[in-house]
């Protein structure tokens, strides 16, 4: 079964740091690509950071680019994602989301669609 779930989410102060958990079910090593995205109150969805899971090249927003790092734990199926230099704009739901290589539209990780998805986590940042 698909499941992805999110952890490590929390409040902390601007110029702080989290890191993010994503735990994936076996059968998302199907995927070709997995990202975070992020929801604000108000606004919409956007994706943040990718990875390939074959060759683990990495694509970033460039809203969060130098400040934050995807990375994946191929021994235990987790996604992380390390955000540091945390800035009261970054607070926002965020998800992590993999790909369906049979459906999705493209295999470049930016412009695919994202399928399987996780329920999210909050991160607050205060000033």
């Known amino acids: 079964q698909v499941q992805l779930v999110e952890s490590g989410g929390g409040s902390v102060q601007a110029g702080g740091s989290l890191r993010l958990s994503c735990a994936f079910s076996e059968d998302m090593w199907s995927s070709n690509c997995m990202a975070w995205f992020r929801q604000a109150p108000g606004k919409e969805r956007e994706p943040i950071a990718y990875i390939r899971t074959g060759g683990e090249t990495t694509y970033y927003a460039d809203s969060v680019k130098g400040r934050f790092t995807i990375s994946l734990d191929r021994g235990n199926n987790l996604i992380y994602l390390q955000m540091n230099s945390l800035k009261p704009e970054d607070s926002a739901m965020y998800s992590c989301?993999?790909?369906?290589?049979?459906?999705?539209?493209?295999?470049?990780?930016?412009?695919?669609?994202?399928?399987?998805w996780g329920q999210g986590t909050q991160v607050t940042v205060s000033s």
């Open positions: 989301a993999a790909d369906d290589p049979p459906t999705a539209s493209t295999d470049w990780c930016p412009s695919t669609t994202y399928t399987y």
